[in-house]
């Protein structure tokens, strides 16, 4: 055995450049494995995340009614007395927000233009003191400033800003139906622009505060939905389950829904799209096992004379073709080690920096919840699967060419060319 191993190694060092590109082929296609996986794994992690941190939160808690009919955005179907549930939260140490949604008309009011047109539109109604501990729009301002209580100001997403030509000290009126049917016309100056990483908000966000719109639209303190968040390290569903029975015994008859039920139809299209993924992954995978195979029957195909005078000199079958398998497994070693060590560099690259598509995503909707830069993520599974699966198919791809020539005979064996 000690032979063997000596004769694998030097045949390493004696056929250096054959060595040496078989091994890069193997370090090229595992890196790239490691590489589209992580990129693929950090878009789809990314995207979930800002769904949570700037529309969804981690859970919400509505009326079950509101709930069946939540398109609609019914404000005669809400929750009577927001701020007893959320202190209570508060008290059991889960932060909580309450906000109003609603359907408008928005017409713009410009100094240049005057009155630039309408259009319908989504509003959310936020108290400016509590939104904050759920949702992060802390650090996305890019002009202006948040909402006050009290005040007819709006904040506006920055995309949408830009498609409808609104800059900070603009007028808009949002006109709408309040809770009863009666028609209601606002005037609301836009004060702020956010710029998050969720293009879906930039895209469609107006913000205003939840006291103002509540004395407009006869809410009387009510808010259709109450935002809940959590650690991220928190059992999603045990979490649900567990306010949904701090909210039983006090009557109150409402529904707590998670985040992945309030955006099902994302998570739908995440699943297909992770399919699409494995694809991929799957295509990557076999591009990497062609160029390994290749090289790898390249090289012993050349070298079937050189097993004929091996056999003629003695050597049995077995030992021989150990020796040809422990040679191509430390090809698949050397190529193995590259490609993850290259793969871990570039996504040390791809976790920090990332791959900026600001205006593909700016043009055309993706799916994905991310603004510009598509970053990696770590995935120690496809690391170590990718240095296994290196050295294994070296080994496994040189067995089957060397069985092939160990049953051709020796004079065979010595006249291939």
């Not at 009919?69 to 309450?98: C, F, H, N, Q």
């Not at 109003?100 to 410009?110: C, E, P």
């Not at 991929?280 to 390249?298: D, K, Q, Y």
Request: aromatic share 10%.
């Amino acid at each position: 055995m000690r032979f063997i191993i000596s004769l694998a190694l030097k045949n390493l060092s004696r056929y250096k450049r054959r060595t040496i590109i078989t091994a890069v082929a193997i370090a090229v296609g595992l890196m790239m494995y490691i590489v589209v996986d992580s990129i693929l794994l950090g878009a789809e992690f990314e995207s979930m995340r800002n769904l949570r941190w700037y529309e969804t939160a981690s859970a919400r808690i509505m009326h079950p009614d509101y709930w069946e009919d939540r398109l609609m955005r019914p404000l005669d179907i809400s929750i009577e007395d927001p701020y007893t549930i959320v202190d209570s939260l508060r008290k059991e140490g889960i932060a909580a927000a309450p906000r109003t949604m609603f359907s408008a008309d928005l017409i713009l009011y410009s100094e240049d233009f005057g009155e630039d047109g309408h259009m319908p539109v989504q509003v959310t109604a936020v108290d400016p003191e509590l939104d904050n501990s759920v949702f992060r729009f802390e650090d996305t301002l890019i002009e202006g400033r948040f909402v006050e209580s009290g005040t007819n100001e709006l904040v506006i997403g920055s995309w949408f800003a830009e498609d409808i030509g609104a800059k900070v000290g603009y007028w808009v009126t949002l006109v709408t139906r309040g809770n009863g049917g009666f028609y209601e016309a606002m005037d609301m100056q836009i004060v702020g622009i956010v710029n998050c990483p969720n293009p879906n908000v930039n895209r469609t966000l107006l913000m205003v505060p939840i006291d103002t719109i509540g004395d407009y639209l006869a809410m009387e303190g009510a808010a259709t939905e109450i935002n809940i968040t959590l650690p991220e390290s928190a059992k999603i569903a045990e979490e649900v389950a567990r306010i949904q029975q701090l909210l039983d015994p006090n009557g109150n008859n409402l529904l707590v829904v998670s985040w992945d039920d309030l955006a099902r139809d994302y998570v739908a299209l995440a699943e297909a799209k992770r399919g699409g993924t494995g694809m991929i992954l799957f295509l990557v995978f076999i591009i990497a096992a062609v160029g390994i195979s290749n090289t790898m029957l390249m090289a012993i195909y050349e070298r079937i004379r050189e097993l004929g005078m091996m056999r003629a000199l003695g050597m049995n079958d077995r030992s021989i073709q150990l020796a040809f398998m422990v040679e191509a497994g430390g090809i698949g070693l050397i190529g193995s080690t590259i490609g993850v060590l290259l793969g871990i560099a570039i996504n040390f690259y791809m976790v920090n920096v990332g791959i900026d598509f600001g205006l593909l995503m700016r043009d055309m909707d993706m799916g994905y919840r991310i603004q510009s830069s598509f970053r990696g993520t770590w995935n120690p599974s496809t690391i170590i699967t990718a240095f296994f699966f290196g050295s294994i198919l070296s080994m496994l791809v040189a067995w089957i060419p060397t069985r092939r020539a160990l049953k051709m005979d020796i004079p065979s064996c010595l006249r291939h060319q």
